[in-house]
């Protein structure tokens, strides 16, 4: 990949795509993360001497809908470079062209969510031009889109010379550290809702790994496919089969597969809600699994032990609603306590855990990309590296 030590930024405008997909409630953000993560490329950009254009989206709008306008992520960025004015105007307007004109060094213009733009997400060539005339280079710091090939990310770094920011090259070098001759043995711990989200990567990592251990909803359908009974858990019906067929695969490449033993079960998921723990292959009707059990946390973290690079990614339970977060936390503490191991984490859900649990500083990497880590590590690129190599 091009890098910013490629780049001379003196006296250029630079249009650099972040991530600014944070959380807001009541026009705050509420998680400044991406935020945060964006800063060292920002910093060395405008030490060097450009000026910047920054182009992001936020959340899922239809259309120009102003609650998902980036003015509250430009007061939050304010803070941290005083020099950044909001254009409240869409990044392929003329309006938006003019206004970032007169920049100067130093100075900093964040423009509206560029999926107000009706081209951004089919990557439309002629958005993509437009896009190109704010900047004289293009520097990629979303990792967290960088799956996607939309106009921001892969049709805009098609016409400029273009480069990759810090953010984006360190998540890239921590990600392929997971895929080129990790250190064994090497445990991949997955969980969150759906195995469907995760068959690419698993099939990918299969031959790679010593130990996969699999929490969450998902484990259902891993449970329900050696013929336990889940009462009303989560399961994916049409992927029974799949199931069966990957822990074959893995049967036979030599890989330690660990399913929960036990599970915390509700009939429900409120908060308070009274739970009971059963057999994972045992779950009555009409109880749901929520989380891992005790005796699960426990095996998890003798699993867990020795281990010298780790990747996990999905809760082990619903881990929003106590007390349904303990299988999670546990798995959070288990990798933190790995003395001189390579630890990543990745994943909205996974990554709040750590937070919570203020483990963030004792794992090696924390991946900003859900979707992107997976897609990396499935397919060793992802469209926003491949352009910018
Ligand atoms: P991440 O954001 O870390 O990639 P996912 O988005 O794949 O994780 O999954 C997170 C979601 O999975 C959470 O909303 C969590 O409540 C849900 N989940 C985890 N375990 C269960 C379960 N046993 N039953 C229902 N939902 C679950
Ligand atoms: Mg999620």
Do not use: C
């Amino acid at each position: 990949m091009r890098t910013l030590k490629d780049l001379d930024p003196r006296g250029k405008r630079v249009l650099v795509r972040v991530d600014y997909n944070v959380p807001l409630k009541d026009g705050q953000v509420q998680d400044e993360t991406r935020i945060l993560e964006s800063l060292p490329t920002l910093r060395h950009l405008l030490a060097g001497g450009a000026s910047l254009v920054l182009l992001s989206h936020l959340g899922r709008p239809k259309g120009q809908d102003p609650r998902y306008s980036l003015a509250p992520v430009a007061e939050a960025l304010k803070k941290h470079i005083p020099s950044v004015r909001f254009v409240p105007h869409t990044p392929g307007s003329e309006e938006a062209h003019r206004a970032v004109q007169d920049l100067a060094p130093g100075e900093v213009a964040l423009l509206e969510n560029v999926r107000f733009e009706a081209g951004e997400e089919r990557n439309d060539p002629e958005l993509s031009a437009r896009y190109a005339r704010l900047g004289e280079a293009f520097v990629l710091d979303a990792f967290g889109s960088a799956h996607r090939a939309h106009a921001s990310v892969v049709g805009v770094a098609r016409l400029l010379p273009s480069y990759a920011g810090l953010l984006m090259e360190k998540e890239v070098r921590a990600l392929s550290r997971l895929l080129h001759e990790p250190e064994r043995p090497y445990a991949v711990i997955l969980g969150g809702a759906k195995v469907s989200d995760k068959i690419g990567v698993i099939e990918a990592l299969l031959p790679r790994i010593d130990r996969l251990l699999i929490g969450g909803a998902m484990a259902f359908t891993f449970l329900k496919a050696q013929g336990g009974e889940v009462g009303k858990s989560l399961v994916e019906e049409d992927r029974l089969e799949l199931a069966r067929s990957l822990l074959e695969r893995a049967e036979a490449q030599g890989v330690r597969v660990h399913l929960p033993q036990d599970v915390v079960a509700a009939q429900g998921i409120e908060a308070g809600i009274p739970t009971q723990v059963f057999p994972a292959d045992a779950v009555p009707q009409p109880y749901m699994g929520l989380d891992i059990g005790p005796k699960t946390r426990e095996a998890f973290t003798e699993a867990l032990k020795g281990v010298r690079t780790a990747f996990w990614n999905g809760p082990m339970g619903v881990f929003e609603v106590p007390p349904f977060d303990e299988g999670t936390l546990s798995v959070g503490r288990a990798l933190a306590a790995l003395e001189g191991a390579f630890t990543v984490v990745g994943g909205g859900d996974s990554v709040a855990a750590v937070n919570r649990l203020g483990l963030k500083d004792r794992f090696s990497h924390v991946s900003t990309g859900g979707g992107a880590s997976l897609e990396f590590l499935e397919k060793g690129t992802l469209p926003g590296v491949e352009v910018l190599e």
